[in-house]
Every structure is written in C-alpha cells, then in structure tokens.
C-alpha cells in the first residue's frame, strides 16, 4: 500500500485522538507536578519540625511528649537504666545521612 492516503475522516478520527491524549498526558503532568510540588512543600516542614525537635518537647506537656516520642520511636525497652528504641521511617534514614559527604571536595571533570 506505498503511496495510500488516509481520507479525510479517518485524518478527523485520528486528529480528535490524538487531541484527546494531549490532554490526557497534561492533565496527568499537571497532576504529577503537583504532587512533586506538595511533597517537597511536606518535606521541608517535616525537616523544619524536626530541627526544633529538642525545644518542642522540653515545652511540651506529657500527652504531647507521649505523641512526639509516638511519632519517631517504635520498639521503646528500658533494660536497667539504658532505653532502647527504634527510629521510625523517615527519621531512621535522616539520621543515618553523612551530610558532610555531600560537601566534601571530590574532582569535578569539568575542571581539566
């Protein structure tokens, strides 16, 4: 079928869906861009709580102290005078950063 042209209703139909999956694919990007956007917004306010962790609870009342600690530790045992616990999810993997890795020199290929 070398050299066969489409109609001009079948040039229509593919038009209208071609059309119809442009938008399909923004709508879905709006949507994505949006998500980025919030969880970057959460994410910058959980890192914000937590840098005023140790200030929060000293003025926090017992029920409040009971939440925070809820909210970051799992598995509390006190064997004698030492407490062990475990770090919740994110705050397991923050702790755990070597933020000074990130700022350390390394050699950058773009200085030859």
Known sequence: MIGRRITPDEYDKKAIELKQR????????????EADESYSITLISLLNICSKAPELFESSKVEQKRQLINFLLSNLK???????????????????????????????????
Request: glycine letters at 2%; a positive charge.
């Open 78 to 112: 006190l064997r004698g005078k030492k407490l062990e616990f475990k770090l919740k999810k994110p705050f397991d993997v923050l702790v755990n950063l070597d933020y000074r890795s990130n700022w350390l020199e390394r050699e950058d290929s773009n200085f030859y």
């Open 22 to 33: 442009q938008y399909e694919l923004t709508d879905r990007l709006k949507r994505i861009t």
